[in-house]
């Protein structure tokens, strides 16, 4: 049984940073890629970010390029995003998520198989 639970989420001023964690179990972690993703109330879930098995490979939404940062620790089975320079419409529960394989192969969360249960993100204005 694979569990992923997201932590560090919490409420921040604009401006602010904050640093979540995905601990994952239940599947050999360093075997496939990973994934953020966010949802806003009244809104569809949406891609964040994206981050290969190695961590050599890495894809990002327009609207967090040169403010997001995934990375992950494989000996940890920990998988992490920065946010820095947060704003308003970051606020969303963030959700990681498991590939289905070694590579990124998309950006939808279709393709991603197990899920965690979300951690809150609120920026205040």
């Known amino acids: 049984q694979v569990q992923l639970v997201e932590s560090g989420g919490g409420l921040v001023q604009a401006g602010g940073s904050l640093r979540l964690s995905c601990a994952a179990s239940?599947?050999?972690?360093?075997?496939?890629?990973m994934g953020w993703f966010r949802q806003a109330p009244g809104k569809e879930r949406e891609f964040v970010t994206a981050i290969n098995w190695s961590g050599t490979r890495k894809v990002n939404a327009d609207s967090v390029k040169g403010r997001f940062s995934i990375s992950r620790d494989n000996a940890k089975n920990t998988l992490y995003l920065q946010m820095n320079s947060l704003k308003p419409e970051d606020t969303a529960v963030y959700y990681c998520a498991t590939g289905p394989s070694r590579t990124i192969t998309g950006t939808r969360p279709s393709e991603y198989d197990y899920w965690g249960q979300g951690t809150q993100v609120t920026v205040s204005s």
């Open positions: 239940g599947r050999t972690f360093s075997s496939y890629a």
